[in-house]
Each structure stands twice: as structure tokens, then as C-alpha cells.
């Protein structure tokens, strides 16, 4: 597809990403237009564009997923250019195609490179097979008789899972390879249970891993850099909560190599515009484990470190505009922390919550990327990712510092968020040292939960709350000043 | 009077009385004077045993929302007699509510008909999760309150069903 100049863009996208895009794209002096569901009628986003178009569906996702509707609109809007964003079309190559195919620029990689990314087994076979590093592994299809033998040639630690499988099931973790065949009996009979089909895939086990990710750009000229790392090991439910930049986890060796390996991947697929490879990394070795080809929700953290805007130069590479800059001139500065602000109830196993947004106000002087204002609701329509806050600091103490200061002055009211949630892992003395891996939040399962509250605090609450209420107050005045007088000791 | 508010979903009973300088907070065994003023910035600060508390408080009918030293709290006032039929049961298990917000994806139950204790009346789906709701006990479906794509918040009464013989 060819890159070229354009002067207007539209966001396939809403809520906090909508707007952080638009932001840039009018800093630019382009025109920004966006698509909007009825049930986004008044968000940020639409209020802050040049131009809103509204999509329908039978669902508000559907209109966002449905990619006819959206080309037709955009296309008929005069818009010279479509970004993504994040979720939804951003990583559909179909959808890329289209927009091409209506005369439009796709802000984003080729379809090639989403099709080939978007394949796991695929991308995993073409990293392999240009020599870099991928979990060392044993595909029982590939030759049965020796299944076992190749197995433990991988060696231990080691996972054994279902060809078939997904969700967990059937999977074993062999950690002593003299219980191998027996584990593998077990894992063949889980399989044929639950799957129907008994084959297996051997691959290593990380103990205790971190995720770890590497941004990179790539122009229409063949010019690749990344853009140093994030560590986004902090996640519940496979989702994660807390990302920064660089990794505390990392030598400065291990930074260069696994940089370098991530922007070989990259330049080993002709991979144009921004992209993010995922790295499980655990006792000083990584493997590959995906490409997203997309801008990441998490992109703030590197931004702030670099001082690169990445959708500034998504839509300079859109347009056909070499990179500039060499990866020596890439350079980062300080650190920086990402906080997701969900509504959610941590103390209910993270399970997502609904309410009007009665009071709204972001900390003053910290980049929150927000979709989301004083008045509207939170509803079960959508993700229930509500704010990032983004902060940097000199150092990563600085940094937590600040973090912690931020989210105690961010006012938000009518909906339940894992605010108290994120406190409480800021504080947490292993996150302080910058020892975690991706099942810590599980480990610690009383940074889900609630605090009991002191008598002075219940105090204060209540109070507060029972000369507001109306039928509390009322019963209150209701009693002549004498027998009030006697109250404390009448009941 | 007792008033019952629950503060983060924790249920906490409470009296506010009078004093000649002005109102006085009795929750469990303790008893504090309490005001909220404005101060010239229109800052709301809770006076309570002296301590001078700012807060920001939105308040929406019976639930009063505040936040405080960096945490939101939500606060619920239930009146007497709502409180004392929830403690009593009701007619448990007639009424199947939503545990966590979210849409309906399939609604294989009708209303009248018969189903038995275990047996799927919805399945919603909740950011990505999906969660069979079964019948807490053996029934008539009296009503199924959301249609297939209908979206709901929690608590919200998913189906009613009657017993038999009801």
C-alpha cells in the first residue's frame, strides 16, 4: 500500500485512545474526524473532534467492528486517512485492505505484516527460522516415536499442553524429568477427555516470568528502531494493570539484547509504522511470544521516557516520511509509570463495575489519557479501562512517589475503580524493589482486598454521610434541643 | 432512631442526635460531634472530634459518594424496612440477580416455563467472561427481565421465578 501526505484522519476508535490520537492529529493541523456509536453521543472524544460521524450496529462494539460501514463513512466524509487505534479493526488486515482499496491511507503496518503476525503458529515458525530466540519446544506431530525423547532434550522445567488445547486445561508443568513419561500419560489422557485428542506440545516452562516488550518503528524506506522496552508483568486475568519504562529487571545487557533482537524481528519482516514485540522473559533468558502490530494502550510509558510522540510518528510514516533518526539517537530519560484506573471491584475478584461518573477530576500537572467526563456513565457496553496515568520521574522511586501522589489527588466518584487496588500494590515492598513476574498479583491476594476501616475513619465517613441524608437529618431535627441534649445517653 | 448505612458495602448502623452546639454522630460505642462547612475555596471539610477532614463528596439520591485522604467511598442508605425484609430472606431464591454488570448472550428459558434446581435460565457475558446463571431451586419462570444483546448493571433482577404451588 502506498504511503503519502495527507490533511485529515479519521479515528476508528473511542474512548481514551480516540482522544489522545486526535490530540496529536490536531497539533499537527490536520483535521481529526471520529466514528461514534449513539452510546458515545457527548464523549470526549466526539466533542473534541473536528468532525463526528455516527456508525451504527445492533451493539455499540458492533459498530466499531464493523469495518463496510466505517470505510463507506470515512470515505464519503472526504477523511484521507484512518488510524485504528487499539482493539476493534487495528490489527484486521481485511479492514487495512479496505481502507486502501477506498483510496484512504491505513495508519498502520502492511497487510502483509498483519497476516503474518496475526498467525501465532506462523509468527513464531518465521522468527524461529531467521535464528532468533523462541521458546525451545517439541511438537509431538512432528515425528510421535520420538515425541518423548525430544521432549526431554528441551529439559526441565518443562510444560506439556494438548495440541488441542486452551484455557489451561490439560496443561502440566514437569519440573523433575523422571516423572516425564508418567506426566505425559496424564497429560494425553486429560487431552482425550477434555479435547477428544490426545496429542501434545512440549515446550520450556519459565519460572515465574516477566513480560517484557519492545517498542519499534518502521518507515516506508526500510529504516528500523526501537524504542526500548516495557515492563508490563503487573496483570490480572491475562490483563495488564501497571506498565513502565525501562524494565527494573533487566541488565543493561539483557536491555540491548532483547532490544536488538525485537528490532531484528522487526526489520526481518519489512514491518512499517508502529509495532510492539512481546517477549516472556525468566532467569536471564526471553523468547518471542508475539507481535501486536498496533500502537499498545501502554505506549504513554515510552513516550515519556523517549520524548518520541508515537502517533506523531505513526502518521509520518503513514505519509511516506523516512524515520530521521538513527537508533543511536533514540535515547531515554529517567522512568515512567502507567497506572490503568478500571472499573472494577478488586475485592470481587476484579469483576467489572458500572455507575454514573458523579465528580471528575484528573490530578493536576500528570498526563492522564482519559475517554472519559464528569456526567457520563460507565456502562457494561465496553472495555472498563476508564484512565491511564501516566507519570516520570529521575529515578523509579521518584516515580512510585509520584504515582502514589497522583492517584491519592485523582477525584473520581459514582463508579467503583481499582483506585485502592493500585494503592496498594504501590506500596507493596516487592513492587517498590522491582521483583515481580506476571503471577504476582495472584501471590498477593490481600492487595485485592478491601482494608478494614479505623473507628476514626468510620467516624468521618459516616458523619459526612448522615448530615446528607435527608431522612437521617430530618429524624435528627425532628428531636427538640432538650432531648437532644439527653441523646447520648437515651438510647 | 437507628439508620443504616453501609459504607463500601459493609452495613453499619448508626443515630444522629443534637447537641446545644450542634449535631452528634453514634455509631457502635462511640459518640463525636460532626459539621461540614465550605472554607473560603469551597473546599468541604468534615469537622469530626475536632479533626478538620476535607473531602469531596458527590451525592446521588440514598448514596452518598466521598472522597477522602486519596480513596472514593460509597455510602448507602437503606431505610428500616427494606433492611429488615432483606435480613429476614424474603422469598429466597425467587428472584435471580446479576453478580457483575454486563449483556445477556443467551436466554434459553421462557417465561412459564418449568425448570430445576442447577438448570441454565441466562448466560450473560461480562468483559470477555461468560457465566451460565442457574436456578437456585426448582420453579416456574415468572419473568426474564433482559432480552438477548440487552445490557444490565449489578444487581439488576435477571429472572423471577415462583415456586410450585406459589
Known amino acids: ?491 | 432512631m437507628q439508620h443504616h448505612i453501609s459504607v463500601n458495602d459493609v452495613p453499619h448502623r448508626l443515630w444522629l442526635g443534637r447537641s446545644a452546639d450542634g449535631y452528634v454522630l453514634h455509631i457502635a460505642d462511640a459518640v463525636a460531634p460532626v459539621a461540614l462547612r465550605h472554607d473560603s475555596s469551597g473546599q468541604v471539610i468534615l469537622e469530626a472530634n475536632g479533626r478538620q477532614v476535607p473531602m469531596v463528596i458527590a451525592v446521588d439520591g440514598d448514596v452518598i459518594h466521598i472522597h477522602l485522604d486519596g480513596e472514593a467511598y460509597r455510602l448507602a442508605y437503606t431505610d428500616a424496612a427494606t433492611f429488615h425484609a432483606a435480613a429476614a430472606g424474603g422469598a429466597a431464591g425467587n428472584v435471580v440477580r446479576a453478580p457483575m454488570p454486563g449483556v445477556v448472550i443467551a436466554s434459553p428459558v421462557a417465561e412459564g416455563d418449568v425448570v430445576a434446581a442447577g438448570d441454565t435460565l441466562i448466560v450473560i457475558e461480562s468483559m470477555k467472561l461468560e457465566t451460565a446463571i442457574k436456578a437456585p431451586r426448582a420453579g416456574t419462570v415468572e419473568t426474564v427481565s433482559f432480552t438477548l444483546g440487552q445490557t444490565f448493571d449489578r444487581d439488576a433482577i435477571l429472572v423471577k421465578l415462583v415456586a410450585e404451588g406459589e
Open chain 1, 1 to 491: 500500500m502506498t504511503a503519502r501526505p495527507f490533511t485529515s484522519v479519521l479515528v476508528a476508535n473511542r474512548g481514551e485512545i480516540a482522544v489522545r490520537i486526535l490530540r496529536t492529529v490536531q497539533a499537527l493541523g490536520m483535521e481529526g474526524m471520529v466514528v461514534y456509536h449513539a452510546a458515545d453521543a457527548g464523549s470526549p472524544a466526539v466533542r473534541m473532534a473536528d468532525r463526528a460521524i455516527e456508525i451504527e450496529g445492533p451493539t455499540p462494539v458492533a459498530a466499531y467492528l464493523d469495518a463496510a460501514q466505517i470505510v463507506a463513512k470515512a470515505s464519503a466524509a472526504g477523511a484521507e486517512a484512518i488510524h485504528p487505534g487499539y482493539g476493534f479493526l487495528s490489527e484486521n488486515a481485511e479492514f487495512a485492505k479496505a481502507v486502501a482499496a477506498a483510496g484512504m491511507v491505513f495508519v498502520g503496518p502492511t497487510p502483509e505484516a498483519i497476516e503474518l503476525m496475526g498467525d501465532k503458529v506462523r509468527a513464531r515458525n518465521f522468527v524461529e527460522a531467521r535464528g532468533f530466540p523462541v521458546a525451545p519446544s517439541a511438537i509431538e506431530d512432528d515425528d510421535p516415536a520420538s515425541f518423548v525423547e525430544r521432549a526431554r532434550a528441551v529439559g526441565a522445567p518443562l510444560l506439556i499442553k494438548p495440541s488441542a488445547g486452551g484455557g489451561g486445561k490439560g496443561m502440566r508443568i514437569v519440573r523433575d524429568l523422571d516423572l516425564l513419561d508418567e506426566e505425559i500419560e496424564r497429560g494425553r489422557s486429560e487431552g482425550l477427555r477434555y479435547f477428544g485428542d490426545g496429542r501434545l506440545y512440549a515446550e520450556r516452562y519459565v519460572e515465574r516470568p516477566r513480560h517484557i516488550e519492545v517498542q519499534v518503528l518502521g518507515d516506508a524506506h526500510g529504516n528500523v528502531v526501537h524504542l526500548f522496552e516495557r515492563e508490563c508483568s503487573i496483570q490480572r486475568r491475562f490483563q495488564k494493570v501497571v506498565e513502565e519504562s525501562p524494565s527494573p529487571g533487566l541488565t543493561p545487557e539483557e536491555r540491548t539484547r532483547i532490544c536488538e533482537v525485537a528490532a531484528g524481528i522487526a526489520r526481518a519482516a519489512n514491518y512499517r509504522n508502529a509495532g510492539t514485540v512481546e517477549f516472556i522473559y525468566g532467569a536471564g533468558e526471553f523468547y518471542f511470544l508475539e507481535m501486536n502490530t498496533r500502537l499498545q494502550v501502554e505506549h504513554p510509558v515510552t513516550e515519556e521516557v523517549t520524548g518520541v510522540d508515537l502517533v506523531a510518528e505513526q502518521l509520518r510514516i503513514a505519509m511516506g516520511a523516512p524515520l530521521g533518526y538513527a537508533q543511536n539517537d533514540v535515547r531515554i530519560q529517567g522512568h515512567a509509570i502507567e497506572l490503568r484506573l478500571y472499573a472494577e471491584d478488586s475485592a470481587r475478584d476484579f469483576s467489572p463495575t458500572t455507575g454514573p461518573i458523579l465528580a471528575y477530576r484528573p490530578p493536576d500537572g500528570i498526563r492522564v489519557d482519559s475517554g472519559i467526563a464528569e456526567g457520563s456513565a460507565v456502562t457494561a457496553n465496553f472495555d472498563p479501562m476508564l484512565a491511564k496515568v501516566i507519570v516520570h520521574g529521575d529515578s523509579r522511586a521518584q516515580a512510585i512517589e509520584r504515582a502514589k501522589q497522583a492517584l491519592a489527588d485523582f477525584v473520581l466518584l459514582g463508579c467503583k475503580t481499582n483506585a485502592g487496588f493500585l494503592h496498594r500494590l504501590l506500596a507493596d515492598p516487592d513492587f517498590a524493589a522491582g521483583d515481580m513476574h506476571t503471577g504476582s498479583i495472584a501471590e498477593k491476594p490481600w492487595l485485592a482486598q478491601e482494608p478494614e476501616l479505623d473507628q476514626q475513619r468510620l467516624i468521618e465517613l459516616l458523619g459526612a454521610a448522615a448530615l446528607l441524608l435527608v431522612p437521617v437529618r430530618t429524624a435528627a431535627d425532628a428531636v427538640s434541643l432538650q432531648h437532644a441534649a439527653m441523646g447520648a445517653w437515651r438510647n
